[in-house]
């Protein structure tokens, strides 16, 4: 295997609503890879793939804009990461009709995203949403990234990109593409719905109450934590007994991300609390971490020339990667005057 430089992509669907999930899930972990200096990081709003299911063209652009500052917000400096919109660097969709004539119609049939997004009319679902993974393919591997940190759900995606990595450096006789490593979020970092604790926090959900949006402000976070859904027990002061108790479970794993320790710690504390005593302290905690969120987001939201230059800028970063490993990607696949 070549060497590759440790470097970290991750991706952000800008299809609207950023909620306590995304931010514990993904972007504070995103946060930490940056500020460990172990790895280059490249973070990108991916609205190539938002587009494989319809998209209101405005609702678009303004979930992009409100992606972009969320994350500066929650904590990413675009002059420590490299932060961008896909569609801004054409390298993506370029590299991607590569992979498109790489990967096989079989193993994209396989793709669990695929057949749950598409449901039962697969006929009628776009031509992209069965690429999908293909694209999100060359996503990381026009960076030649080394680690990409996802949910659970993003799993069998990323075995497609080492697939691709593999039959593509199979094919062409070369050691061009790194077999990329996932990174997969802890279930601490998975939060459920406020509701039920069975469903993920999704942005989806009919019912607001069932999530805690980025945008919400102080006094939305401590009423929709007080309202969360609870059983009459008190805390156990271990976390074998949050089994079966997945509400119980879902707020200390919140307490926990939130206060970056972990769930035994929290229970130590507050075991033996009824939740009249531990959801005003969750909402005190998560109102700490979050409000600032929402407020530095809704300001740069005031200044989107602002948020736009940023983007503009963090896609000439990301250029200088990507072009480069496309021209070569070009002349390995024999194109003439790559
Ligand atoms: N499919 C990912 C999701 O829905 C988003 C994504 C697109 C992505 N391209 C990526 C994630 C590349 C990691 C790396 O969550």
Redesign the pocket.
Known sequence: MAAFTPRV?????PSGGLTLGNYLGAMKRFVTMQDEGKFETVY?M?DL?AITVWQDPAALTRATRELCAGFIAAGIDPSKSILFNQSQVAEHAQLAWIFNCVARMGWMQRMTQWKDKAGKNSQNASLGLFAYPAL?AA??LVYHATH?P??ED?KQ?LELTRDIAIKFNNDFGVDFFPETEPVIEGAATRVMSLRDGSKKMSKSDPSDMSRINLTDDADTIAQKIRKARTDPEALPSEVDGLDERPEARNLVNIYAALSETTPEAVLADHGGSQFSAFKPALADLAVDKLAPISTEMSRLMEDPAEIDRILAQGAAQAREIAAPVLKKTYEIVGMVGA
């Open positions: 992509f991750s991706g952000i669907q990108c991916v793939h999100m996503d990381i990409v996802v949910g993003q995606h």
